[in-house]
């Protein structure tokens, strides 16, 4: 789970604009999937709460995350949160918890994990609320923030389009990825798309970027893309270790996190691209509940816990220095 440029030409006069994104059960791959489709399963009504953490601060295993307990509510900070957030004790994140390492299912295929689980932990504590991450479809989210969610966590690309319907506030840079089986035996060629079959997952901007390409190769009369919009990352994961699929586009964290878990089936194709901000969802409008999100961030920032977050993750490189309300972004 934006507004970088990818700029790997579909044709001679063909651009592929990354905006970038954000994201157990499908066994038939066997063992060398079982870590990465752990996190398969995910539904639109889930009500899976994301556990405690390792009790050590650091990661036992690839899923044990950062203990967040430790971490002590910060009154000046939490006083910021409307009533609308705070009433039940909880807050309640939005997820689609199909994106390792970001956010997924860990091995009971029930239980949130990855940093931004963590991350959603960390806030909760700052703001003295228990912590509940709510699985859901990726393209579902951001509808619900405000109602279903007091907000969403799950690798959200800040874009012009999506500042129309909900507030941001950033807290991680990620590029984007393509991946291929391990030897590029499709010959897939990032400067020449048309008549590739692309994997993406639903609602991404990966999604719309791929459409965009489709278009401009039915206006070139060349092969069309064609694009295989699955709900879970995994499954777009899947589709292209078992060739249904020549090639996956995903955020950078995403593509290294999936090559690692499949035993290295899978490799990056090219360099990664298109650098841009991930944020956290609110409300549009609800200024208090952004404000309150922005100021606690900076906090984890600036006294080393998120560093310490992303530490465990292996995601140090998408490290922000300032929590940002609604940048600038083309």
């Known amino acids: 789970m934006r507004s970088s440029t990818f700029k790997g030409a579909v044709s001679n006069n063909t651009v592929f604009k990354n905006t970038g994104l954000r994201r157990a059960g499908v066994l038939i791959l066997g063992a060398v999937l079982s870590m990465s489709l752990a996190a398969c399963g995910t539904t639109d009504t889930g009500d899976s709460a994301s556990g405690a953490g390792s009790g050590d601060g650091a990661s036992k295993s690839s899923t044990d995350g950062f203990d967040t307990s430790a971490i002590a509510k910060d009154e000046k900070i939490a006083a910021l949160l409307p ?96 991946v291929v089986k391990k030897g590029n035996p499709a010959k897939v060629d990032t400067s020449s798309l048309c008549g590739v079959k692309i994997a993406v997952q639903t609602g991404t901007t990966q999604e719309d970027e791929a459409n965009k390409a489709e278009v401009q190769c039915k206006a070139d009369g060349k092969p069309n893309v064609q694009i295989q919009s699955m709900k879970a990352q995994t499954d777009v994961t899947t589709a292209v270790v078992t060739g249904k699929a020549d090639v996956f586009y995903a955020d950078t964290p995403v593509a290294g996190y999936a090559i690692k878990q499949t035993g290295n089936a899978l490799e990056a194709l090219g360099d990664d691209v298109g650098i841009a901000p991930e944020a956290v969802a609110i409300k549009k409008g609800d200024t208090a509940t952004a404000n309150a999100v922005q100021q606690a961030l900076q906090k984890l920032i600036d006294d080393g816990t998120y560093g310490k977050i992303l530490d465990t993750w292996g995601v140090s490189k998408g490290a922000v220095t300032k929590a940002e309300i609604n940048p600038t972004v083309e």
Not at 114 to 143: C, M, Q, R
Not at 165 to 170: I, R
């Open 83 to 178: 009533e609308s957030v705070t009433k039940d004790g909880t807050l309640t994140v939005g997820a689609d918890t199909s994106y390792a390492p970001a956010e997924f299912l860990a091995a009971d295929g029930k239980t949130p994990v990855g940093f931004d689980v963590d991350l959603s932990k960390a806030l909760a504590a700052v703001f003295g609320l228990k912590e509940g991450t709510v699985t859901s479809s990726f393209d579902s989210i951001i509808p619900s923030v405000g109602s279903k969610y007091d907000i969403g966590i799950s690798s959200f690309t800040v874009t012009p389009e999506r500042m129309k319907a909900v507030d941001f506030v950033t807290y991680f840079n990620a590029g984007s990825t393509f």
